[in-house]
């Protein structure tokens, strides 16, 4: 099952339209809050359709409680920067107010010189998971997103904290569909591709991640509980604009595409009256 958040209400992708659903529900967060699963969307009674060209589509989770990262959690992306793989998952916590709406314009703030893209998996909890095994992670995921995790890599090397370099206004694109597990080609291997400007520039498989997704949810779960609707980045492979140094400018149009999912698109605007970066966060920290 696909489901999308859209004006007009929540649906399911059926033969290339929204088939909206009769429910009071918002959106998919609002159901996971709930019914900490996404089936009973299967049974909905359709109110009508409409094409899936003509929707305007909103962030399908809304504002997410909690937004986890992962740093480092590809074998090609250790490799292209030269560094040994973790011993244990490089976690972090983004805020939600990041969270933008698939097809919105992410204003680049003034501050940041060096705004950089990074595809992933996102990773969407339906039932409370603390202290959980491997095996007991697939089967409280309701399902699957893509998610463009930006950084601003100069705030990330002059504070040396994660959050505060990808917790700008706009900084998490999510969407623009959800995914259940169950419609998955292969979870084990599912592929994020991100374009920018229509150039390829990462392809990998989650079959690439150094913590696999039962791993890493498991871990990270024995630390804190990961509550219905909660979101988990599962990391981004090589090709990063960090890679390539090659970092975001203004008009440019990144485009993240995860197996089962509508592709997320996201533009980026630069202010042309550009102000002088705050001089607080010029000099790395000690």
Known sequence: MRLVTTQAGLGRIEDGAIALLNTAFPHVGAVLEQEGSLRC???????????????????????????????????SKA??????????????LAASSGVLAPGVQVVIPRAVAEPDYEGEIAVVVGRPLYQASEAEVWPAIAGITAANDMTARDIMRATATPALAKSYPGFTPLGASVCTPDDL??????????????????????????????????????????EPGDVVLTGTP????????????????????????????????????AAPRDHRLTEPVS
């Open 41 to 75: 969307l299967e049974s909905c009674v359709v109110r009508r359709r409409i094409p899936l060209d003509e929707a305007v589509l909103l962030a399908p989770l809304d504002r997410p409680r909690a937004v986890w990262g992962v740093g480092l959690n590809y074998l």
């Open 79 to 92: 490799a292209r920067a030269g560094r040994g793989l973790p011993e244990q998952p490089i976690l972090y």
């Open 185 to 226: 080609p292969d979870r084990d291997a599912i592929r994020v591709r991100t374009r920018v400007n229509g150039v390829l520039v990462q392809d990998d498989t989650s079959a690439g991640m150094v913590f696999a997704v039962a791993d890493l949810l498991s871990r990270l779960s024995w630390f804190t509980t990961l």
């Open 238 to 273: 090589a090709g990063t604009g960090q890679d390539r140094a090659c970092f975001l400018a203004d008009g440019d149009e990144v485009r993240v595409e995860v197996d089962g999912v509508l592709p997320l698109v996201t533009r980026v605007v630069r202010p042309t009256d």
